[in-house]
């Protein structure tokens, strides 16, 4: 929620007119991402139960769902990632912050050392039968502010995930970079795009588009592209 009665309305016309808005009755902050990442939980608990795969992305990503679809199907092949599952460039063995910064932690939010296993924030997929449980376990698990720390690593822990491991991300810190062909030489590897310009996601998506039209043409497995 916002403070702001003027853009309340307008959020209200919004939901009113195009059913798009799902809101909660916090206040939207930074150290308040945790509820929303719950109330995420708890929306697609209650409307996506058909579905098999939640996909959990930040806004300033871009996603090759091509090779996403492709990479869980090779997991599936082997008999993994079925259920009980989040597949994320998984992030282990982080020490805890109780020094001076943004992600300063106290040792009453939390008194260990080392976080557990978990997935960055900006992009992670969810086998959907964990989805209810991580929900169900937050009403158990003691609040921490850290979203994905919280949802992906202490929630997690708590009903037993399994993490996979996808480490085909790529940051675009500048967008002279896309303009480059240089760095789409490599492109048919990646799946997420991180990137700091807002606009430059649409010149990523039509690299994305041409590249896999090139597969296409050329008959080629997407196989291809982890073998590069």
Request: hydrophobic share 40%; charged share 25%; aromatic share 14%.
């Amino acid at each position: 929620m916002t403070k702001n009665r003027a853009l309340q309305n307008i959020i209200r016309y919004e939901s009113e007119t195009y059913g798009d808005i799902v809101q909660e009755s916090f206040l939207d902050s930074y150290r308040n991402l945790t509820y929303k990442a719950i109330e995420g939980a708890k929306w697609t608990s209650t409307y996506c139960k058909s579905a098999k795969l939640i996909l959990k992305t930040d806004d300033d990503i871009v996603v090759d769902v091509h090779l996403l679809f492709h990479h869980i199907e090779r997991l599936r092949a082997a008999n993994r990632a079925i259920n009980n599952t989040i597949i994320c460039k998984v992030v282990s063995n982080v020490l805890v912050n109780h020094n001076s910064s943004k992600w300063k932690v106290t040792v009453n939010e939390y008194n260990k050392t080392i976080y557990p296993p978990f997935c960055p924030g900006y992009a992670f997929v969810m086998t959907a039968d964990i989805v209810p449980k991580l929900y169900q376990a937050s009403f158990y698990e003691k609040f921490f502010w850290i979203d994905d720390i919280y949802l992906t690593g202490l929630l997690a822990q708590t009903i037993k995930v399994k993490h996979e491991t996808l480490k085909s991300t790529v940051f675009i810190k500048s967008e002279k970079k896309v303009k480059k062909k240089k760095i789409w030489q490599n492109n048919c590897r990646w799946i997420f795009y991180r990137f700091g310009y807002r606009h430059t996601s649409v010149d990523i998506w039509y690299m994305i588009k041409l590249q896999k039209a090139k597969l296409f043409r050329k008959k080629e497995p997407f196989s291809v592209c982890f073998n590069k």
